[in-house]
Structures are given as C-alpha cells and as structure tokens.
C-alpha cells in the first residue's frame, strides 16, 4: 500500500471520527530474509552491520503519517489521561483494542491501582526480550498530545511494520502508566519482568518525539537534529553503535545532526539504565525552548503540536525519523544480532 493511498485512508477515517485499525493493524506474513551463514571467526558488530541487508525491510517501513494520524485521533478522543480517571480507564481500553488488533499477546500488568499494557511478540526463543516502551498517562488538565501521545503512536506504528516478520527474540511492545508521577510503571517492570519468564535483551524509549530531523526550529529556522540518548559502558557499546548505523547510515540523518549523548533520567529508560543496554528517542529542544515550555502544560495540544514542527507535513517527516530508525534498530536487534551474540 503506498503513501497516497495509506494518507487517503487515514484522511477519510479522521473524518469519521474512527480509530485507524486500517493504517495500524494487522497484514500478511513476510518472509525473512536468510540468514547468512555463521562465520568461522568473530566478527566485530561494525562487520555485522556492514553485511545485514537494510533494504529487505524497505518495504514495510512505518510512516510518520500513521503515527500522526493516530496520535490526532488520540488527543481529540482520549486526551486528559490523568492516572486513576474515567478519562485514563477509556484511553486503556482504547490502547488495549488498538494493540489486539495488531495480534500482540496483550497482557496487562497491575500495580498498585495502576497498570501498563504489555504487547508481546513471541520469538523463537521466548525468554531474550527487546522492549519498545512509551508512557500513556499524563498530568492534570493536559491533552497530551506531545507527551506522550506521540510516544504511544509511534510504539503502536512499529509494531505494525513488525506484525509480519518473526523474529529469534521476543519483542515486547509496552505503554507504562503513571510515568508522570515518578515512572511507577517502567520501575515496576524493570523490577518484575521476570514474572512474564523473559530476560531483558534491550530497552527502547519514545518519550516527547517529533520536533526533530528534518524538521526546522520554527523560531530561528535552524536545522533540528535527532536526539537519542545512550548508556555508557560497554555492555551498551553494539546498541549504541547499532542507532548511530541506523540513523545515518540507513534512515539518511546528516551526520552531524545526529546527537546521541548520555541519557538523563528523565523518562522511563531511567528505569533500566542498571538491567540492559538502552536508548531514549525525544525531540531535539536545543533551540526550541518555546517547544519545552508547553509539555506538561495545558498548552500540550495537538494543534501547539503540530506548529511547534512547522506544520503538519513537518510533523510527518520528524516522525518518520523517529519510527524508521527505531525500525531498523529493531530489525537488527531482534534477529541478526541474536543469531550472532552467543
């Protein structure tokens, strides 16, 4: 299904006021490429990278367009996601729907009076698992359109793109509930993952996306980087190596727009940074301090959004950077990597 006719559909569903099961759901099976037979002699994962063929998964990217369109329906219908509200208990169930519809094995995760919603995609083997994670709750009197509206959709888009592959790892598909109030759910995870039998592989976090590459600064009109940040020490080295490769080298980030610092705790990757390698996609707010100063605020609406990336087509294109690379990252990470790391 091409790009024309992917933005039709979801331009006709909006209209209607229905959820986009037509751009985030199920499809037909893919098969993977081969593998490449093992090597005789270890190889450096720079050498793996430089063999893996990106462009077999070209053809099942997931689009900026669907995440925008989703996070629209989102924030007009389920916006308002304050822990412990009628309001929150409807955008679970609506996530919940929106995750079986992509044929995830849900599962929901209580704590306390919380609870995050677990999608997971069984691998071969059932036990090393990769974690995509966003928070779906937000504060008092917030839409939440940019946080984390945007982080959800961008989870539910990826697994999407995935839903035809199958994988040697596992890969779990996770929206935490209460991050706003000191990241309960990530912790309660991070701390109690082993109940679901799985080990942790990798985690990646999706938290405040968008206003980045290609996008420009509205206020200066400066080019906009990606921002991903890492965790140091080498038992993050490959995964760190692994989204410098994919931004630039496959999703075509100039390379000297693309930042990978260490990551702060401000988020839920917080939560793993002591359990397994991680990565934090946000937006790049170096230049954009009007940007910051709208999240978690009553100006956090889709339409501040959409302006705060130049407009809506703006706002397309920075979240097909988000979603490609974490794509790609994926990719490689839940297949290739394992059939090498032992």
């Known amino acids: ?4 006719i992917l933005s039709a559909i979801g331009y006709a569903l909006l209209l209607s006021i229905i959820p986009l099961s037509g751009c985030i759901g199920n499809e037909q099976p893919i098969s993977l490429p081969p593998r490449p037979p093992a090597k005789a002699e ?20 997931p689009l900026g ?39 995830l094995e849900v599962r929901l995760q209580d704590f306390g009076s919380h609870q995050n919603i677990l999608g997971f995609k069984w691998g071969e083997d059932r036990e090393r698992a990769l974690v995509l994670g966003a928070h ?43 991050e706003e109030i000191g990241l309960k759910g990530s ?32 206020a200066t009109g400066e080019n906009l980087g990606l921002t ?40 839920d990757h917080a939560s793993f940074k002591s359990v397994c390698p991680i990565l934090s996609f946000e937006s790049e707010t170096e230049n954009t ?18 302006a705060s990336a130049g407009g809506a087509e703006e706002l397309k294109k920075g979240l097909d950077t988000i979603v490609q690379t974490g794509y790609y990252i994926v990719v490689v990470w839940a297949d290739y990597y394992a059939y090498y790391e032992e």
């Not at 299904?1 to 024309?4: E, G, L, Q, S, T």
């Not at 779906?136 to 839409?143: A, E, G, K, L």
């Not at 109690?192 to 996008?215: L, Q, R, T, W």
């Not at 140091?232 to 075509?252: H, I, P, Y």
């Open 228 to 267: 991903v940040g890492t965790a140091l020490g080498n038992v993050c080295a490959d995964f760190n190596e692994l989204a410098r490769f994919a931004a630039v080298n496959v999703t075509g980030v100039a390379a000297e727009l693309a930042k990978f610092p260490e990551a702060g705790s401000g988020s």
């Open 42 to 61: 270890p190889e450096t994962f720079g050498d793996l990278l430089g063999d893996f063929n990106f462009t077999a998964y070209s053809g099942t990217l």
């Open 136 to 178: 779906y709750d937000t504060i008092n009197t917030v839409h939440g359109a940019n946080d984390n509206g945007g982080g959800c959709c961008a989870v539910l888009e990826i697994a999407r793109a995935l839903s035809g592959y199958n994988f040697s790892k596992t890969i779990v598909f996770a929206l935490w509930d209460a």
């Open 289 to 306: 301090g009007w940007y910051t100063s709208f999240c978690n605020s009553p100006l956090d609406t889709f339409p501040t959004y959409e």
């Open 65 to 103: 367009e669907n995440v925008y369109d989703y996070d629209h329906y989102l924030s007009y219908n389920h916006g308002f996601r304050l822990v412990l509200t009628p309001t929150h208990d409807m955008a679970r169930d609506e996530l919940v729907s929106k995750m079986e519809s992509l044929g």
């Open 1 to 4: 299904m091409n790009r024309k």
């Open 187 to 218: 912790a309660h995870f991070a701390s109690n993952h082993k109940e679901f039998n799985i080990s942790m592989s990798a985690y990646i976090n999706f938290d405040c996306i968008g206003v980045n590459y290609p996008c420009k600064d509205v």
